[in-house]
T-cell receptor, first 108, second 120 residues
Framework: GQNIDQPTEMTATEGAIVQINCTYQ??????LFWYQQHAGEAPTFLSY??LDGLEEKGRFSSFLSRSKGYSYLLLKELQMKDSASYLC?????????WGAGTKLIIKP | GAVVSQHPSWVICKSGTSVKIECRSL??????MFWYRQFPKQSLMLMAT?????????EQGVEKDKFLINHASLTLSTLTVTSAHPEDSSFYIC????????????????FGQGTRLTVV
């Protein structure tokens, strides 16, 4: 079966760092995506990992360990606009299998 | 990134009527488009995969006669919710991949803006 787990909700302070974890068990793996979704809007692409290691892109970084079925999204220097849901998704050939998303609440 | 336009962005309809949602890839060709449904505070649920020129592939539990999908061209797919009921009220999102990226593993999905459907 397919299983992707993320924490339901996290709270962090403006200017701080937060790490959102994602664990997965899927049949087939062609990469892992992170998307950001603001309430009432469509998801927007943040990052893609297919090889083990850390990918850094500005304030956001994403890490993947295929042997552990584990990824995390690291957000630095948090801003209020980062308040959103963060979705991890595993790609199988042409389909994406989605996690339930982590709602991130940023407090001043 | 590529642009996917979804229309309308929101619609309110009466129970029993049908609603059509359009998904267009504006600056690329997409042989495959995906239709998702998202209920409040839940993740995206894939409803069907729409392939240009052929019948859509529906996920288990999705009624193909209720959610009609047509993918008549490389830039347009439509989802029609027939005989809508209040329980069909949801956020519907389409996504598409660029034909030019076929075979590439890191092809991100480009999403439309989503359609908020409210059935009263």
């Amino acid at each position: 079966g397919q299983n992707i787990d993320q924490p339901t909700e996290m709270t962090a302070t403006e200017g701080a760092i937060v790490q959102i974890n994602c664990t997965y068990q899927t049949s087939g793996f062609n990469g892992l995506f992170w998307y950001q979704q603001h309430a009432g809007e469509a998801p927007t692409f943040l990052s893609y990992n297919v090889l083990d290691g850390l990918e850094e892109k500005g304030r956001f970084s994403s890490f993947l360990s295929r042997s552990k079925g584990y990824s995390y999204l690291l957000l630095k220097e948090l801003q209020m606009k980062d308040s959103a849901s963060y979705l991890c998704a595993v790609k199988r050939t042409y389909q994406l299998i989605w996690g339930a998303g982590t709602k991130l609440i940023i407090k001043p | 990134g590529a642009v996917v336009s979804q229309h309308p962005s929101w619609v309110i309809c009466k129970s029993g009527t049908s609603v059509k949602i359009e998904c267009r890839s504006l600056d690329f060709q997409a042989t495959t488009m995906f239709w998702y449904r998202q209920f409040p505070k839940q993740s995206l649920m894939l409803m069907a995969t729409s392939n240009e020129g052929s019948k859509a592939t529906y996920e288990q539990g999705v009624e193909k006669d209720k959610f009609l999908i047509n993918h008549a061209s490389l830039t347009l797919s439509t989802l029609t919710v027939t005989s809508a009921h209040p329980e069909d009220s949801s956020f519907y999102i389409c996504s598409a991949r660029d034909l030019g990226d076929r075979g590439a593993l890191n092809t991100e999905a480009f999403f439309g803006q989503g359609t908020r459907l409210t059935v009263v």
